[in-house]
């Protein structure tokens, strides 16, 4: 399974990377990373048609979360990318906003890894 | 060969003794038809001329068009028919016009129609015969008319006839009863022609008197059996008595002078041949019998009418007579159709003279209607074959120089002699006879610009010094072809040639140059032709396309106009004038423009001139190529000359310039000579010519004083007219009798109070109104004549509005509208007094409640103030948890993810054989250790900041109609198992009091529980370690809102406590088991969130009471 993880915080590429070391090593699971949305959005066109889970902080500097989200989701790739967006704790808002633009899943900061790793070998 | 020589004699009469009067006499042919032949003319109350036409009929004749009546069987108001014989215009403005064969018609001019007055057998007060040969209206009014049957006097009220025959005897022969003339002397006694029995002399039957006082008629008798006493011929043409009571008879026998109380005649014998004298023996016996009339002129002087032999005008102050008009031999068939050149006039057969109001001469007869205006000014014309450029006369006034286009000619005005000199023809072929200007220094020396330079040229010696362009030398003048030179103030010379203007020092010689641009060398185009200076001694000039100044100090231009300009003057006082192409232009100093003072457009047109001069009664003298133009002193004035005052034509627009001299004497140039004359001896006394308006038409219909109630008087006599609101489309017709420059009349028209501005409409003359509004108004017609000279008429007009917008109407509607108001301003003002009363009670009781108000506000504003600073204080908790949410993740997974990470290490050591009690053992578990205290205090942190974040959580529950009982129920039993179920120490009991008759009101129950959650968690905490802990939850019904207060009689707080309450993260629970934000959060939910509020009584170690209030809505 490709995961993009989309965050300005670099350093939760070591966590993600430490804390799936396992999976990475078996090939269970791949992570790539990129710390804008702008990235993200090169990122998906450079691997395009495959499919992809897509982890997305919402505030970021330059395109926020919800409007890579609204970008995945107007261009229409196929297959469909699996958005989850991570969204700060209390900002019901948010989240429901980026429910109805048609994120998959949403989690909450402080991300539960347990958690996260159960929802995402769901898919 | 004997008629030869008179011709030639009468050619040398003309041009030597009274060549001035020859200019002054010319006729102007005004009615040029040689089929016309036109017997009488008389000029009407409004100006309008009257002629009978023998070749058309009636004519009504305005000084440019003829109009004629015919006669029209389908139309009984029509001319009779039949040739018109005589006509009168009486002073009622009627025309009477007596027919041969037709009777008699009246003519009414307003309105064009004629009534007729026929013979008829059966009324013996009808007119006595059907041809009627002479009508003339008396001194008093009286109306004669001459018949074939005799004499009739016609009662004008009555329309009624007297007659009047003959019923003397004449002892001479069979009496004839016709009346073919009849004239009234100054004794008001009336000669009433008849034919003539005899055949040498007037019988006494044809020459009757009649008394107005005897009333009675009797003949004009003589004892004709003296001979050579009497009338000689058989037919009188005509009687005048003159201005010095001279009594003349003209009959087929030639011309008499009768005495009227002897009847002695003494014949005198008018010369066409020989015109000198009035009387001298006849050259031709034919000229003696073919006498038509006799008149004099406003100058007194006498006219003689000879028929085909012209006239003769014979000046009783000078007793010398001069001829006019066509030498008409019948014998001589060659010289048949010449026509009179020297004296203008065209017409073949001269029959009748009149002078007429405005002092014009008229000759009408075959050819038509000739014009003498003796009094307009002729400008004598010099003739001299050369252009005239320059003009200077000496101070002697003897010898005239004139710059010609051939050369320098000196005339000496005494004997007329001329002398030509040329100057360097050879330097230039064709300029260099050129002399363009001429310019005289104080020692007599003329200096001339010509077309090679620059002369000084002394007059006695007739030598000359030559001033020429010199390249090498910048002193030298800056052009040869020298258009102008001119003498300033200083005595400076100034000359103007075709490189620029130049400066000359008379001194050095030296000249200083000037030009557009001052570029050295480079002066070609810079065409200079007039020079001036102003009072202030500023240089002006024209030059190619433009005027400008000179500033000489700086030796620059300022442009001023953009014309083909050829003149500047400067007048007397200090005005500076230009003329060009265009018009003539005035300096208006204070806006440092030039003005138009007139171009072709304006009454009287100015344009293409060619010098302006003032003279030393300071009018200006502007001479164009087509006229000679003054403009009065002060500039009001214009008066133009054209070609009938002797002006020449000129083609181009050259540069002629103009002189006066030191006699008054103006000197003018032009194409083939010059002309001189004395102003202040021009004669112009010209009456203006009066102005009428001549109709006036409502709608279509012509409007005259007796077919409508709006004229009471003639129109032109009319100063008013009064008119319905519905009659308000209407023109007039007006007419200004100008005979001397009817064809330049120029009329303009206003309506005052309705038009803005004068309708300029040039030779029309009506003008017609649409449309117009009620109200009052007045009709202005203005009519310039050449000379500028204007004459006004005007009349009122008063529309009347309708009813609905008259004075009354509008008076009693206004009267009504005030009564109805001050009516209801009555009422009002009852009204707002009684209001006024009653809002003054008003206003002290809410005084009352308003100081009330005032102090409730005091204490809410600082209640205000408290509450604005708890909400402030938990957004910045809120904040500050938002940032610290990141960082502490980091913190709690990356301490997670090490414990993992740990714990795979410590198994991977043992499967090594390191166990726990070993060094390396140890270390790890310590670490393992350490992870997880991290580990559970970052949690902590977290949950901290989880509290603070619900500040600023965005609800996402709605609000909903809850029971706050059942709400406060099941939120207190919730807190009590809670803590039962957490504390086996938990000992506290409560109790509820629920307003049954709470209403619902509207909440979010999630947040409202959590308040109620936290507030009885805090009252059973309180309680903790009290005698007979309880906790009261109450809720009541309160005005607009419901009251929720959860009580303990726990340990209650102090001051200070209480004071900080609300403030997020206050707290007296020890460390780790409250964050101080339950209460903080429960004040923000009361508040923000459905704006209610949340109180606290306490009272320390008597417990504490939380009132909530919340509002219905």
């Given at each position: 399974?490709?995961?993009?993880?989309?965050?300005?915080?670099?350093?939760?590429?070591?966590?993600?990377?430490?804390?799936?070391?396992?999976?990475?090593?078996?090939?269970?699971?791949?992570?790539?990373?990129?710390?804008?949305?702008?990235?993200?959005?090169?990122?998906?066109?450079?691997?395009?048609?495959?499919?992809?889970?897509?982890?997305?902080?919402?505030?970021?500097?330059?395109?926020?979360?919800?409007?890579?989200?609204?970008?995945?989701?107007?261009?229409?790739?196929?297959?469909?990318?699996?958005?989850?967006?991570?969204?700060?704790?209390?900002?019901?808002?948010?989240?429901?906003?980026?429910?109805?633009?048609?994120?998959?899943?949403?989690?909450?900061?402080?991300?539960?890894?347990?958690?996260?790793?159960?929802?995402?070998?769901?898919? | 060969?004997?008629?030869?020589?008179?011709?030639?004699?009468?050619?040398?009469?003309?041009?030597?003794?009274?060549?001035?009067?020859?200019?002054?006499?010319?006729?102007?042919?005004?009615?040029?038809?040689?089929?016309?032949?036109?017997?009488?003319?008389?000029?009407?109350?409004?100006?309008?001329?009257?002629?009978?036409?023998?070749?058309?009929?009636?004519?009504?004749?305005?000084?440019?068009?003829?109009?004629?009546?015919?006669?029209?069987?389908?139309?009984?108001?029509?001319?009779?028919?039949?040739?018109?014989?005589?006509?009168?215009?009486?002073?009622?403005?009627?025309?009477?016009?007596?027919?041969?064969?037709?009777?008699?018609?009246?003519?009414?001019?307003?309105?064009?129609?004629?009534?007729?007055?026929?013979?008829?057998?059966?009324?013996?007060?009808?007119?006595?015969?059907?041809?009627?040969?002479?009508?003339?209206?008396?001194?008093?009014?009286?109306?004669?008319?001459?018949?074939?049957?005799?004499?009739?006097?016609?009662?004008?009220?009555?329309?009624?006839?007297?007659?009047?025959?003959?019923?003397?005897?004449?002892?001479?022969?069979?009496?004839?009863?016709?009346?073919?003339?009849?004239?009234?002397?100054?004794?008001?006694?009336?000669?009433?022609?008849?034919?003539?029995?005899?055949?040498?002399?007037?019988?006494?039957?044809?020459?009757?008197?009649?008394?107005?006082?005897?009333?009675?008629?009797?003949?004009?008798?003589?004892?004709?059996?003296?001979?050579?006493?009497?009338?000689?011929?058989?037919?009188?043409?005509?009687?005048?008595?003159?201005?010095?009571?001279?009594?003349?008879?003209?009959?087929?026998?030639?011309?008499?002078?009768?005495?009227?109380?002897?009847?002695?005649?003494?014949?005198?014998?008018?010369?066409?041949?020989?015109?000198?004298?009035?009387?001298?023996?006849?050259?031709?016996?034919?000229?003696?019998?073919?006498?038509?009339?006799?008149?004099?002129?406003?100058?007194?002087?006498?006219?003689?009418?000879?028929?085909?032999?012209?006239?003769?005008?014979?000046?009783?102050?000078?007793?010398?007579?001069?001829?006019?008009?066509?030498?008409?031999?019948?014998?001589?068939?060659?010289?048949?159709?010449?026509?009179?050149?020297?004296?203008?006039?065209?017409?073949?057969?001269?029959?009748?003279?009149?002078?007429?109001?405005?002092?014009?001469?008229?000759?009408?007869?075959?050819?038509?209607?000739?014009?003498?205006?003796?009094?307009?000014t002729?400008?004598?014309?010099?003739?001299?074959?050369?252009?005239?450029?320059?003009?200077?006369?000496?101070?002697?006034?003897?010898?005239?120089?004139?710059?010609?286009?051939?050369?320098?000619?000196?005339?000496?005005?005494?004997?007329?002699?001329?002398?030509?000199?040329?100057?360097?023809?050879?330097?230039?072929?064709?300029?260099?006879?050129?002399?363009?200007?001429?310019?005289?220094?104080?020692?007599?020396?003329?200096?001339?610009?010509?077309?090679?330079?620059?002369?000084?040229?002394?007059?006695?010696?007739?030598?000359?010094?030559?001033?020429?362009?010199?390249?090498?030398?910048?002193?030298?003048?800056?052009?040869?072809?020298?258009?102008?030179?001119?003498?300033?103030?200083?005595?400076?010379?100034?000359?103007?040639?075709?490189?620029?203007?130049?400066?000359?020092?008379?001194?050095?010689?030296?000249?200083?140059?000037?030009?557009?641009?001052?570029?050295?060398?480079?002066?070609?185009?810079?065409?200079?032709?007039?020079?001036?200076?102003?009072?202030?001694?500023?240089?002006?000039?024209?030059?190619?396309?433009?005027?400008?100044?000179?500033?000489?100090?700086?030796?620059?231009?300022?442009?001023?106009?953009?014309?083909?300009?050829?003149?500047?003057?400067?007048?007397?006082?200090?005005?500076?004038?230009?003329?060009?192409?265009?018009?003539?232009?005035?300096?208006?100093?204070?806006?440092?423009?030039?003005?138009?003072?007139?171009?072709?457009?304006?009454?009287v047109?100015?344009?293409?001139?060619?010098?302006?001069?003032?003279d030393?009664q300071?009018n200006l003298w502007v001479?164009?190529?087509?006229s000679i133009i003054r403009i009065n002193?002060?500039?009001?004035k214009i008066k133009k000359y054209?070609?009938?005052?002797?002006?020449?034509?000129?083609?181009?627009?050259?540069?002629?310039?103009?002189?006066?001299?030191?006699?008054?004497?103006l000197?003018?140039?032009?194409?083939?000579?010059?002309?001189?004359?004395?102003p202040?001896?021009l004669?112009d006394?010209?009456?203006?010519?009066?102005?009428?308006?001549?109709?006036?038409?409502?709608?279509?219909?012509?409007?005259?004083?007796?077919?409508?109630?709006?004229?009471?008087?003639?129109?032109?006599?009319?100063?008013?007219?009064?008119?319905?609101?519905?009659?308000?489309?209407?023109?007039?017709?007006?007419?200004?009798?100008?005979?001397?420059?009817?064809?330049?009349?120029?009329?303009?028209?206003?309506?005052?109070?309705?038009?803005?501005?004068?309708?300029?409409?040039?030779?029309?003359?009506?003008?017609?109104?649409?449309?117009?509004?009620?109200?009052?108004?007045?009709?202005?017609?203005?009519?310039?004549?050449?000379d500028g000279?204007?004459?006004?008429?005007?009349?009122?007009?008063?529309?009347?509005?309708?009813?609905?917008?008259?004075?009354?109407?509008?008076?009693?509607?206004?009267?009504?509208?005030?009564?109805?108001?001050?009516?209801?301003?009555?009422?009002?003002?009852?009204?707002?007094?009684?209001?006024?009363?009653?809002?003054?009670?008003?206003?002290?009781?809410?005084?009352?409640?308003?100081?009330?108000?005032?102090?409730?506000?005091?204490?809410?504003?600082?209640?205000?103030?408290?509450?604005?600073?708890?909400?402030?204080?938990?957004?910045?908790?809120?904040?500050?948890?938002?940032?610290?949410?990141?960082?502490?993740?980091?913190?709690?997974?990356?301490?997670?993810?090490?414990?993992?990470?740990?714990?795979?290490?410590?198994?991977?050591?043992?499967?090594?054989?390191?166990?726990?009690?070993?060094?390396?053992?140890?270390?790890?578990?310590?670490?393992?250790?350490?992870?997880?205290?991290?580990?559970?205090?970052?949690?902590?942190?977290?949950?901290?900041?989880?509290?603070?974040?619900?500040?600023?959580?965005?609800?996402?529950?709605?609000?909903?109609?809850?029971?706050?009982?059942?709400?406060?129920?099941?939120?207190?039993?919730?807190?009590?198992?809670?803590?039962?179920?957490?504390?086996?120490?938990?000992?506290?009991?409560?109790?509820?009091?629920?307003?049954?008759?709470?209403?619902?009101?509207?909440?979010?129950?999630?947040?409202?529980?959590?308040?109620?959650?936290?507030?009885?968690?805090?009252?059973?905490?309180?309680?903790?370690?009290?005698?007979?802990?309880?906790?009261?939850?109450?809720?009541?019904?309160?005005?607009?809102?419901?009251?929720?207060?959860?009580?303990?009689?726990?340990?209650?707080?102090?001051?200070?406590?209480?004071?900080?309450?609300?403030?997020?993260?206050?707290?007296?629970?020890?460390?780790?088991?409250?964050?101080?934000?339950?209460?903080?959060?429960?004040?923000?939910?009361?508040?923000?969130?459905?704006?209610?509020?949340?109180?606290?009584?306490?009272?320390?170690?008597?417990?504490?009471?939380?009132?909530?209030?919340?509002?219905?809505?």
């Amino acid at each position: 399974m490709k995961v993009l993880v989309v965050d300005d915080e670099v350093d939760i590429q070591d966590l993600f990377l430490q804390k799936f070391r396992k999976e990475i090593k078996n090939g269970e699971i791949e992570f790539s990373f990129a710390t804008s949305g702008e990235n993200a959005l090169v990122y998906l066109h450079e691997h395009e048609s495959e499919a992809i889970l897509i982890l997305s902080d919402i505030n970021m500097p330059g395109m926020s979360g919800i409007e890579l989200l609204r970008e995945i989701v107007e261009k229409n790739t196929k297959p469909k990318p699996i958005v989850m967006m991570i969204t700060a704790y209390g900002d019901d808002e948010t989240r429901n906003k980026a429910l109805s633009l048609g994120a998959d899943d949403f989690l909450n900061k402080p991300l539960d890894f347990g958690d996260l790793k159960e929802r995402l070998f769901k898919r | 060969m004997k008629k030869i020589f008179l011709h030639i004699l009468l050619g040398l009469l003309l041009l030597s003794g009274i060549e001035l009067s020859a200019q002054d006499l010319r006729f102007k042919t005004v009615l040029d038809n040689p089929n016309s032949f036109i017997v009488d003319m008389k000029q009407d109350n409004l100006g309008f001329f009257w002629l009978i036409n023998t070749a058309r009929g009636l004519q009504k004749f305005d000084g440019v068009k003829a109009q004629t009546f015919l006669n029209d069987p389908s139309n009984a108001n029509s001319i009779a028919p039949g040739q018109v014989s005589s006509l009168i215009i009486d002073a009622d403005n009627n025309l009477w016009l007596g027919t041969y064969g037709s009777g008699l018609d009246r003519l009414d001019p307003s309105t064009n129609t004629f009534t007729h007055f026929r013979n008829n057998p059966k009324d013996a007060f009808s007119l006595s015969n059907d041809t009627v040969n002479a009508i003339l209206e008396d001194h008093s009014g009286n109306l004669w008319i001459g018949t074939n049957q005799g004499l009739d006097l016609l009662d004008k009220n009555t329309g009624r006839f007297t007659h009047f025959s003959n019923n003397n005897h004449d002892p001479e022969g069979s009496s004839n009863p016709q009346v073919f003339k009849i004239y009234e002397d100054r004794k008001g006694i009336l000669w009433i022609c008849g034919r003539s029995s005899a055949k040498d002399h007037i019988s006494p039957s044809a020459l009757n008197l009649f008394d107005p006082t005897t009333k009675k008629i009797t003949p004009y008798f003589w004892d004709s059996r003296k001979a050579n006493n009497g009338i000689p011929g058989t037919f009188i043409t005509d009687i005048y008595e003159d201005s010095k009571n001279k009594f003349w008879i003209v009959t087929d026998a030639g011309l008499y002078a009768m005495d009227r109380n002897t009847g002695k005649c003494t014949q005198y014998y008018p010369d066409p041949f020989n015109s000198s004298t009035l009387s001298r023996t006849p050259a031709s016996k034919d000229v003696v019998s073919d006498i038509m009339f006799v008149t004099e002129d406003s100058s007194r002087a006498l006219w003689v009418g000879m028929g085909q032999y012209g006239l003769n005008r014979y000046d009783p102050v000078t007793k010398t007579s001069m001829h006019f008009g066509l030498l008409y031999d019948f014998l001589d068939v060659s010289a048949s159709n010449k026509r009179d050149t020297a004296t203008g006039l065209n017409i073949t057969l001269a029959i009748k003279g009149l002078s007429s109001k405005d002092g014009l001469f008229w000759v009408m007869g075959i050819g038509g209607i000739a014009q003498l205006n003796y009094k307009k000014t002729t400008f004598l014309f010099n003739n001299i074959s050369k252009a005239a450029l320059a003009l200077y006369l000496e101070a002697n006034g003897k010898i005239l120089w004139i710059g010609t286009d051939k050369g320098l000619l000196r005339k000496d005005l005494a004997t007329q002699n001329e002398k030509l000199l040329i100057f360097n023809p050879k330097e230039n072929k064709t300029r260099g006879k050129y002399i363009h200007s001429i310019a005289a220094d104080e020692a007599g020396n003329l200096w001339l610009g010509t077309g090679t330079g620059l002369l000084k040229f002394d007059p006695v010696t007739e030598k000359y010094v030559q001033y020429k362009k010199d390249l090498k030398n910048p002193g030298s003048i800056s052009g040869n072809n020298v258009f102008y030179t001119f003498f300033d103030h200083n005595k400076n010379l100034w000359a103007a040639s075709d490189s620029g203007v130049s400066r000359m020092d008379l001194a050095t010689g030296r000249f200083t140059n000037y030009s557009v641009g001052q570029i050295a060398g480079n002066y070609k185009g810079f065409e200079v032709n007039r020079i001036a200076e102003d009072p202030e001694h500023n240089i002006w000039l024209t030059a190619n396309w433009g005027l400008y100044k000179l500033d000489i100090k700086t030796g620059k231009f300022r442009k001023y106009l953009d014309d083909d300009l050829r003149s500047i003057c400067v007048d007397a006082k200090g005005k500076v004038w230009a003329g060009g192409w265009q018009g003539l232009y005035a300096f208006n100093k204070t806006k440092d423009k030039f003005e138009l003072f007139a171009n072709e457009d304006s009454a009287v047109n100015i344009s293409a001139v060619l010098d302006i001069i003032e003279d030393d009664q300071k009018n200006l003298w502007v001479s164009t190529t087509t006229s000679i133009i003054r403009i009065n002193e002060n500039r009001t004035k214009i008066k133009k000359y054209t070609k009938d005052n002797g002006v020449q034509l000129t083609q181009s627009l050259w540069s002629f310039s103009s002189f006066k001299g030191t006699d008054g004497r103006l000197f003018l140039g032009n194409y083939f000579g010059y002309y001189s004359f004395r102003p202040d001896q021009l004669s112009d006394n010209h009456i203006s010519p009066p102005l009428n308006i001549t109709s006036f038409k409502l709608g279509d219909k012509l409007i005259n004083s007796e077919n409508s109630g709006f004229l009471s008087l003639p129109i032109w006599q009319t100063e008013e007219i009064k008119l319905r609101h519905d009659e308000n489309v209407f023109s007039f017709d007006f007419f200004s009798a100008d005979y001397i420059s009817s064809t330049d009349k120029k009329y303009s028209y206003i309506l005052e109070n309705y038009d803005n501005i004068w309708h300029n409409i040039g030779g029309e003359h009506q003008a017609s109104f649409f449309n117009i509004p009620p109200g009052n108004y007045i009709f202005k017609v203005k009519a310039i004549s050449s000379d500028g000279g204007s004459v006004e008429k005007s009349i009122r007009i008063i529309i009347s509005p309708p009813w609905w917008e008259t004075w009354w109407f509008r008076i009693l509607s206004v009267i009504t509208l005030v009564m109805v108001i001050y009516s209801l301003i009555r009422e009002r003002s009852r009204k707002l007094k009684e209001e006024n009363r009653r809002l003054e009670q008003n206003v002290t009781e809410r005084t009352v409640q308003l100081k009330k108000s005032l102090e409730e506000l005091k204490s809410t504003q600082a209640q205000l103030i408290q509450s604005e600073k708890l909400a402030s204080l938990g957004e910045l908790t809120a904040g500050i948890a938002h940032e610290i949410q990141n960082p502490l993740n980091f913190v709690n997974n990356f301490s997670e993810v090490s414990v993992e990470l740990a714990n795979e290490l410590q198994e991977a050591l043992r499967q090594r054989g390191i166990e726990s009690n070993t060094e390396e053992g140890e270390l790890v578990s310590d670490l393992i250790q350490n992870q997880e205290k991290i580990y559970y205090h970052g949690k902590r942190a977290s949950s901290i900041v989880k509290g603070m974040l619900e500040h600023s959580r965005t609800s996402t529950g709605e609000k909903e109609l809850t029971d706050i009982n059942a709400l406060a129920d099941e939120y207190l039993r919730l807190a009590y198992h809670g803590l039962r179920a957490k504390d086996n120490t938990f000992n506290s009991d409560f109790k509820t009091d629920f307003d049954p008759n709470l209403p619902k009101i509207a909440v979010i129950p999630q947040d409202m529980g959590r308040v109620l959650l936290n507030l009885i968690n805090n009252a059973f905490y309180a309680t903790k370690g009290v005698k007979n802990p309880l906790v009261e939850v109450k809720t009541k019904r309160a005005e607009n809102g419901v009251v929720i207060s959860v009580k303990d009689n726990g340990s209650g707080m102090s001051e200070v406590t209480k004071a900080k309450i609300f403030q997020p993260f206050f707290t007296t629970k020890p460390t780790g088991e409250g964050t101080g934000l339950g209460l903080s959060l429960a004040y923000d939910i009361v508040t923000k969130g459905h704006g209610g509020t949340i109180e606290v009584e306490s009272e320390e170690s008597f417990g504490t009471t939380f009132i909530i209030k919340l509002p219905i809505s």
